[in-house]
């Protein structure tokens, strides 16, 4: 299935205000595209710290936007996953609180914690869309603006200083 230019045209606005507004706070790393050649996943990372990026992903032949943090580091998995063990809680409830702490009312959001690729481990909470056109709505940007900011508060602690 291919991208017909009105899709595209929404996506690209759509990442590229997520982005301008990323690259505005000042407390992400600098952003890079990593987009599947079959248009099924076009991401966004941002660095978080040595081996981790937080990720911005438009699926939209699902249609889905996935908000992330992923590492190439087993170890730094695994501290991420003590994070969550020793807070007490689910992982739904741990980036809830993070979701809380952002501003966004979601207290208990699906969380996918995977490996993709044999290379990157990932904490995932997917927001479905009902068309691709909603990525023209101010709401949506703002939620997955919030979900970055509730992934960074919730995940913080476990990350270290800032890639260049």
Known sequence: MALDEEARRRIEAFRAEVEASVARDG???AGRRFDREDASTLATRFAAG???????????????????ILT????????MEQAIQDSGDTMSEFVGLGFED????????PVEHYREGGTYFYFATPLDLEAISDLDRPDVRN?????????????GPTLTAQEE
């Open 72 to 79: 190439d580091d087993r170890w730094k998995s695994e501290e």
């Open 102 to 109: 952002a501003g966004l009312d979601w207290p208990e959001p």
């Open 27 to 29: 407390r992400y790393g």
């Open 50 to 68: 040595d081996h981790c990026w937080f990720e911005v992903a438009v699926r939209p032949f699902v249609p889905q936007v996935r908000v992330a």
């Open 143 to 155: 939620r997955v603006l919030r979900m970055l900011e509730g992934y960074r508060l919730a995940f």
